[in-house]
């Protein structure tokens, strides 16, 4: 589908670090990509986070679900570099770790085309040149349903068509790491399901790590991945969510 | 090429309000060479002409009065010098000189006078009255000036003496508060996409090169608009008003 350009930018190479997983007790030679150790935030008086220990590594997939206010986007904030933890330690397992986001709101410029607002993540140490990042972009468009909207005015979108915009955007500079949140809450199953395959293909294939928040648990058990789950700020089970 | 490629990228979506961030400022420098004038006139036009010092002087020929006119009028405190109209005071010589008796011969060389009115602009001590008055009459060597009485009107505080400044000051705020209204679309727009260059391409620092960039843009259209001198001080002004505008708002969108 797509050119292999993400590999290389991964830099897998540079940190093998053997260790088990806590929670499946397998060897896992996958690379550390991030370690959180700790980690606890707070909104003045308000305590989102408390003492969250997590590792998340190289091809993982995984989804941190939680009712309304359990912590989710704060804890992809952190994990994005968004946002500083009060307390507690994040490290690197690689050097120039690139994490993406799909942020809950968007962020998409409405008064911009969707391919200008693509053009924003079109990074000059992934593709060569214009016709390039042009060419992967069109692909992706077609596989995403957005091929025609190209030229549409953000605005002019329904809400599913944005939300695979900056899906899209995520994934075209080639991260190590996509942190998604409630990015598929304007669509429907089967909408979701498609956009499951597709970044599960990126995330067998081209090893991209991903981060899917949910507040919805069981359409997360149809899904195949890791789980973590909070409520009130603590993480109170992460494992496999065929385990649940 | 990066950042010439951005900017013409945002220009594009804004053209209007770019061209007017962009040129508005150097309207208003350029503005502030012909504001003085224009200021004045309308307060002459509001309050008319305010009386100041003044002297009158004949000349004994057009020629002289010509060459003191122009002489005078690159001196300092001078506000205008006015020529006589030679009809006017060609009346009133004649009748002055039948009155007196004086023969025809002498006459005709008096009717060749011209007399000068000099007004000052500020208010003028009789010492330097003298000086111009030397200066004068060392120009005119062996041709004869005849002064007048030096009339000193004293200078009176008055809520004229602010009306420059109001009216100056509220043309400055006007064209500053358009310069804003336009000026803040863009800063937003320009600062939600840095932030996203920065979320989903692996650069750093992008927003002070942009605004650096554009920033030199602006120097660089400004100039060929102006042609020539630049009141730098004024721009310098401007620049760091507008920085400050732009080092405030960081982050586009709200953290979560």
Known sequence: MMKDQSSAALGFNKSKIRSFTQEQGTLNTAPLLLELSNVSHSYATVSALKGINLQIRGGDFIFVTGASGAGKSTLLSIISGELPPSHGSISHGIDKLFVTQVFQELKLIDNLSVKDNLRMAHDPTVYKNDNEFMEVMTEMGKVFGVYDALHRKVSSLNGGLKQKVAIMRALLPGPNLLVADEPTSALDFESTKKLYDVLAYYNSKRALSIVWASHNRELVRKFSGKMAHLEKGILVYSGHACFI | ?256
């Not at chain 2, 863009?186 to 840095?194: A, D, E, G, M």
């Not at chain 2, 120097?219 to 001198?229: A, F, P, S």
């Open chain 2, 1 to 256: 090429m990066f950042y010439l490629r951005f900017l013409w990228g945002q220009f594009k979506v804004l053209p209007g309000k770019f061209i007017i961030v962009v040129a508005l400022p150097w309207l208003m420098v350029a503005s502030l060479k012909i504001m003085p004038l224009a200021v004045e006139k309308i307060s002459h036009g509001l309050i008319g002409s305010r009386p100041t010092s003044y002297v009158n002087l004949i000349c004994s020929d057009e020629e002289l009065a010509k060459f003191l006119e122009t002489r005078v009028k690159a001196l300092p405190l001078i506000a205008k010098v006015e020529e006589y109209a030679m009809a006017q005071i060609q009346g009133a010589v004649a009748k002055t000189l039948d009155d007196l008796e004086i023969k025809s011969a002498d006459q005709d060389s008096l009717k060749k006078m011209v007399g000068l009115k000099i007004s000052f602009d500020q208010q003028v001590s009789a010492r330097e009255f003298e000086l111009i008055k030397g200066h004068l009459n060392r120009l005119a060597a062996t041709k004869e000036i005849i002064w007048g009485p030096f009339i000193n009107i004293p200078h009176v505080q008055n809520y004229s003496d602010y009306l420059d400044w109001a009216l100056y000051g509220t043309v400055l705020i006007i064209l500053y508060l358009v310069w804003i209204f336009n000026f803040f679309p863009i800063k937003n727009l320009l600062s939600q996409s840095v932030y996203l260059i920065e979320r989903y391409q692996r650069r750093s620092q992008v927003y002070p090169k942009i605004m650096t960039f554009f920033i030199i843009v602006n120097v660089c259209v400004g100039l060929q608009l102006l042609g020539q001198k630049m009141p730098l001080f004024f721009y310098g002004v401007f620049v760091l008003l507008t920085t400050m505008c732009i080092i405030e708002v960081r982050r586009p969108w709200k953290k979560v």
